[in-house]
């Protein structure tokens, strides 16, 4: 059993294998992400408080980046990524 989910396997298989591929893939995924849940926060503060705010922020954009390329839902230009690793 894994500790954390999704397992790194599952993850490593969808950028075949490559874990700097998957650690910029996530990078990029949870910056923007997090910008995101910047910019709706910056416009609920105006209707909520704070408190009721972070009790559903409670995720990290890490954490759901990773999930969305677990179930396939990021991915990436093969052909682009090898012409900047040259």
Do not use: H, W
């Not at 500790?3 to 993850?11: F, K």
């Not at 609920?44 to 408080?49: E, F, K, R, T």
Request: glycine share 4%.
């Amino acid at each position: 059993m894994s500790i954390v989910e999704p397992r790194i396997d599952n993850l490593l298989d969808k950028t075949d294998g490559d874990k700097y591929l998957l650690c910029a893939i996530a990078s990029k995924r949870s910056r923007d992400i997090n910008d995101m849940m910047r910019g709706q926060r910056d416009r609920a503060v105006a209707l909520q408080s704070v408190s009721e705010i972070a009790e559903f922020a409670g995720r990290k954009p890490l954490s759901l980046a990773m999930e969305e390329i677990a179930r396939g839902e990021i991915s990436y230009d093969k052909k682009s990524f090898e012409e900047t690793r040259q």
